[in-house]
Nanobody
């Protein structure tokens, strides 16, 4: 059974940085586009970033494009999201997802496998 396990969430002050990770198991990792989504209380799940199979292509939501960096290590079957200059509005549960679509795809339904998520809280 495919597993995606996120880690690295926590509490950080506004302006700070945090890196979350997502480790995959039982997944042919390097054939999947990997993405990060987030969901804040009372809000819909929203796309954050995606990265293509080789890591050469990345996409970002406008709200994070100048602050977040997505990367992947196919040998470790892990995808990362480096979050800088964090704002209180970045507070959410961050989940990783794997899909066979291209990294331009931003709809959750395009992704086949999901992790449970990790909480990121940014204090003001």
């Amino acid at each position: 059974q495919v597993q995606l396990v996120e880690s690295g969430g926590g509490l950080v002050e506004a302006g700070g940085s945090l890196r979350v990770s997502c480790a995959a198991s039982k997944l042919t990792f390097d054939i999947f586009t990997m993405a990060w989504f987030r969901q804040a209380p009372g809000k819909e799940r929203e796309f954050v970033s995606a990265i293509g199979r080789s890591g050469a292509i990345t996409t970002y939501a406008d709200s994070v494009s100048d602050r977040f960096i997505i990367s992947r290590d196919n040998a470790k079957k892990t995808v990362y999201l480096q979050m800088n200059s964090l704002k209180p509005e970045d507070t959410a549960v961050y989940s990783c997802a794997a899909g066979v679509s291209n990294p331009a795809e931003r709809l959750p339904r395009a992704y086949n496998f999901w992790g449970q998520g990790t909480q990121v809280t940014v204090s003001s």
